[in-house]
């Protein structure tokens, strides 16, 4: 992770950290797929 990354993490909590987790997860895997059917 970059420093900016970083700095951003510092201000969620471990719970909100984990949404973004899984929502950023989610987007990855649908823009992985979207290139794929190309």
């Known amino acids: 992770m970059n420093a900016r990354m970083l700095q ?3 201000n969620y ?3 909100e950290c984990q ?3 899984d929502f950023l ?3 990855i895997d649908v823009l ?3 290139l ?3």
């Open 8 to 10: 951003l993490a510092a």
């Open 19 to 21: 949404l973004i987790n």
């Open 25 to 27: 997860g989610q987007a």
């Open 13 to 15: 909590s471990d719970d």
């Open 32 to 34: 992985d797929h979207e």
């Open 36 to 38: 794929q059917t190309d």
